[in-house]
């Protein structure tokens, strides 16, 4: 059989907050809905923006990772797989398809202020993490540093770079 690739990267916005449930069986399931921009010109030559939804679902460790750090509004960056279910719809009878990208790795980029709680590590399905920290114990208390006070003490010329 011929080589096969099923990888999908998302860097979106959630567009509400998450749903949490558990299965019969115990696993963890977080659902959500993940935004994404597209900038075209149209006919006329004006810019239009074009919003994709996209339906999310992550289980276990990324689960308990999006009900703790993810809100609505909260910047993400999502690898993972398009699954496409089917099954009949109950009332009409009618055979109904959902497509929906299964997580396997994640990481938070809003900052605190935008709702996400400050972790920005990337945690995988695996449950692997760098460092052996939990979440909660990689916040970063300091206040940013002064830009503008650190741009006039690092001033670089072409003599500081080695190469």
Do not use: C
Not at 6 to 13: F, P, Q, T
Not at 33 to 51: F, I, M, P
Not at 122 to 133: L, P
């Amino acid at each position: 059989m011929a080589k096969s690739v099923n990888k999908v990267i998302l860097l979106g916005n959630v567009g509400k907050d998450p749903e949490i449930r558990s299965t019969p069986g115990g696993t963890m399931v977080a659902n959500f809905t993940l935004a994404t921009s597209d900038r075209q010109k149209d006919a006329q030559g004006n810019w239009q923006d074009r919003t994709e939804w996209h339906n999310l679902v992550a289980f276990t460790r990324l689960a308990e990772i999006v009900r703790d750090y993810v809100k609505k509004g909260s910047k993400l960056f999502i690898e993972g797989k398009i699954q496409t279910r089917s099954w009949d719809d109950k009332e009409s009878g009618q055979k109904r398809y959902r497509t929906e990208i299964i997580v396997n790795d994640l990481s938070l980029l809003s900052t605190r202020e935008e709702g996400a709680g400050g972790y920005s590590r990337s945690t995988s399905q695996s449950g692997s993490q760098s460092g052996s920290q939990s979440p909660a114990a990689n916040y970063d208390q300091r206040q940013p540093a002064a830009t503008d006070d650190f741009a006039h003490s690092a001033e670089i010329s072409d003599e500081d770079i080695p190469f």
